[in-house]
């Protein structure tokens, strides 16, 4: 399937703030897309443990309200919300951290909106090395899988989706997504001499490449 990846990074909405969370103030990253489909496909292929690793990655357990669930080799936690084809929210437990994701279904025309918030209790200094890119671009990469399954109903192959941000349209599609979210973060009062930098940090790491300078 032939990618346009400005195209790709251009179907997703960003946005970053701040609230609080359980008594201290925590990074907010949002980011919105429609898709042409339905709410309730949507909802199956966030959900469906026999759908989410033709796009994401396996998942063991139970993705109800209070289930717990283990995505291989990446996050799990508990289900808090479960309102299909509408709501699910989760806590996002990794390296002994816990965050929040809260994902939202609007129906948009003849599609459908995917509206998803991570909030994170993030350390200043990472904050200022790495700014929302960290994992923000994550999001993109994983919302242009699912973007792309949706609209070829095929599984994507793990070991290429893997490597792609290492092909040169790889790059191109983590840099437009990285710059996204420097401008994300710019919007919200970071300062462009540090928002950039970060920036360019965030895409180094996804692609493998050392930021110049």
């Given at each position: 399937?032939?990618?346009?990846?400005?195209?790709?990074?251009?179907?997703?909405?960003?946005?970053?703030?701040?609230?609080?969370?359980?008594?201290?103030?925590?990074?907010?990253?949002?980011?919105?897309?429609?898709?042409?489909?339905?709410?309730?496909?949507?909802?199956?292929?966030?959900t469906n443990?026999?759908?989410?690793?033709?796009?994401?990655?396996?998942?063991?357990?139970?993705?109800?309200?209070?289930?717990?669930?283990?995505?291989?080799?990446?996050?799990?936690?508990?289900?808090?919300?479960?309102?299909?084809?509408?709501?699910?929210?989760?806590?996002?437990?990794?390296?002994?951290?816990?965050?929040?994701?809260?994902?939202?279904?609007?129906?948009?025309?003849?599609?459908?909106?995917?509206?998803?918030?991570?909030?994170?209790?993030?350390?200043?200094?990472?904050?200022?090395?790495?700014?929302?890119?960290?994992?923000?671009?994550?999001?993109?990469?994983?919302?242009?899988?699912?973007?792309?399954?949706?609209?070829?109903?095929?599984?994507?192959?793990?070991e290429a989706?893997?490597?792609?941000?290492?092909?040169?349209?790889?790059?191109?599609?983590?840099?437009?997504?990285?710059?996204?979210?420097?401008?994300?973060?710019?919007?919200?009062?970071?300062?462009?001499?540090?928002?950039?930098?970060?920036?360019?940090?965030?895409?180094?790491?996804?692609?493998?490449?050392?930021?110049?300078?």
């Amino acid at each position: 399937m032939a990618i346009d990846p400005a195209a790709a990074v251009g179907a997703v909405t960003r946005s970053v703030g701040t609230t609080e969370r359980d008594g201290k103030t925590a990074r907010t990253l949002t980011a919105e897309r429609i898709y042409d489909t339905t709410p309730d496909d949507l909802w199956d292929a966030l959900t469906n443990p026999e759908r989410l690793p033709r796009w994401f990655l396996p998942v063991s357990g139970e993705l109800k309200l209070g289930g717990r669930y283990q995505i291989i080799g990446n996050a799990g936690g508990t289900v808090t919300a479960c309102r299909p084809p509408q709501h699910l929210g989760l806590t996002w437990e990794m390296m002994g951290q816990v965050s929040w994701v809260d994902v939202r279904i609007e129906p948009a025309g003849d599609g459908a909106k995917l509206i998803l918030e991570h909030v994170a209790h993030v350390d200043d200094a990472l904050w200022d090395q790495f700014g929302p890119g960290a994992v923000g671009v994550g999001w993109d990469l994983a919302l242009h899988g699912l973007g792309l399954h949706l609209e070829s109903g095929e599984a994507l192959d793990p070991e290429a989706g893997a490597a792609w941000p290492t092909t040169p349209e790889g790059k191109v599609f983590v840099r437009g997504a990285s710059e996204g979210w420097r401008d994300a973060s710019i919007a919200a009062g970071t300062p462009a001499a540090s928002a950039g930098p970060a920036a360019e940090r965030s895409t180094g790491f996804y692609t493998g490449e050392a930021p110049p300078g």
